[in-house]
Nanobody, 116 residues
Framework: QVQLVESGGGLVQAGGSLRLSCAAS????????MGWYRQAPGKQRELVAT???????YYAESVKGRFTISRDNAKNTVYLQMNSLKSEDTAVYYC??????????WGQGTQVTVSS
């Protein structure tokens, strides 16, 4: 099992920045990829940014150039730096980890609210 704990959400004005953190614990050796998803009210959960199995990064078109995913392997932590935030970025952000057998692990979610 892998446990994921997110932090860093909050309320910010449009144009502002936030950094989300996701600390992983448990069977870390089993984790293949980690990334961030979000779910806005009334919408489906969508992929925001992720590390691929080859170690590259992938971003949703809507956040390219504004969000950056990074990681600190020594701390088993993944970050999402979010700049130039827009009202449409308002959502609950979830950290995700995928295991070697494609099992999925999710954090509890952290609310990001961008006021216009």
């Amino acid at each position: 099992q892998v446990q994921l704990v997110e932090s860093g959400g909050g309320l910010v004005q449009a144009g502002g920045s936030l950094r989300l953190s996701c600390a992983a614990s448990g069977s870390i050796f089993n984790v293949n990829t980690m990334g961030w998803y979000r779910q806005a009210p009334g919408k489906q959960r969508e992929l925001v940014a992720t590390f691929t199995r080859g170690g590259n990064t992938y971003y949703a078109e809507s956040v390219k150039g504004r969000f950056t995913i990074s990681r600190d392997n020594a701390k088993n932590t993944v970050y999402l730096q979010m700049n130039s935030l827009k009202s449409e970025d308002t959502a609950v952000y979830y950290c995700n980890a995928a295991g070697r057998l494609l099992e999925q692990y999710w954090g509890q979610g952290t609310q990001v609210t961008v006021s216009s």
